[in-house]
């Protein structure tokens, strides 16, 4: 499986940004799709995730801001992120599985950085 990010980018505080992810290949192995985030010198944030039948979860930091929408017929998932902060700044990288617990493909990450 092969997972292609966009989207990223510089955005001011109070701003908007969509991330884009499209998986190829053994796609048939993918249930959950998602993103997580890295920062250096911190753990790797998991955003949020969607599964194949809308089921989402998202980190309680992002939570009333951002929103994962998925495209099963075009093997897609989308973040939305409202409001951000300067927080958010971060690589943002996007994951998918067999399951919400198995993060087993990693695709490379798109940076999005946040100015205040």
């Known amino acids: 499986v092969q997972l292609q990010a966009s989207g990223g980018g510089l955005v001011q505080a109070g701003g908007s940004l969509r991330l884009s992810c499209q998986a190829s290949?053994?796609?048939?192995?993918?249930?959950?799709m998602g993103w997580a985030r890295q920062v250096p010198g911190k753990q790797r944030e998991l955003v949020a995730r969607?599964?194949?039948?809308?089921?989402?979860t998202y980190a309680n930091s992002v939570k009333g801001r951002f929103t994962i929408s998925g495209d099963n017929a075009k093997n897609t998932v989308y973040l939305q992120m409202n409001s951000l902060k300067s927080d958010d700044t971060a690589v943002y990288l996007c994951h998918a599985g067999p399951t919400l617990n198995i993060l087993r493909f990693w695709g490379q990450g798109t940076q999005v950085t946040v100015s205040s």
């Open positions: 969607i599964t194949d039948r809308g089921t989402t």
């Open positions: 290949g053994s796609v048939s192995a993918i249930n959950v």
